[in-house]
């Protein structure tokens, strides 16, 4: 587990540590990131790199090393609505 913490804050003001509940999604998300299938996008690994950056989650460094490799292409590929494969520019 982490040391780092996970807080969401309500409209009223109150705080709930939902750590477990974002480790548990983080999980569930690594496991199911296939990397180089082409499944998952540059774009959605993104958010999932930051989070486990400052989460200090495990296998951080393979979604960087991801990011790194992918940033170097310039661009990753993704399916579009109707079967067809575009093409998208990413800056990291």
């Known amino acids: 587990m982490s040391v780092a913490r996970a807080f969401a804050r309500a409209e009223d003001g109150t705080e709930t540590d939902i750590t ?3 480790q548990a999604l983080y999980d569930l998300v690594i496991s199911s990131m296939d990397f180089r299938s082409g499944f998952w996008t540059v774009e959605d690994a993104v958010p999932v790199a930051v989070i486990a950056r400052l ?3 495990k296998q951080a460094e393979e979604i960087e090393r991801y990011l790194r490799t992918s940033s170097t292409t310039g ?4 399916s579009s609505p109707g079967g067809r494969t575009r093409r998208r520019t990413v800056r990291c």
């Open 20 to 22: 477990e509940g974002v």
């Open 55 to 57: 989460l200090k989650f």
């Open 75 to 78: 661009s990753s590929r993704s």
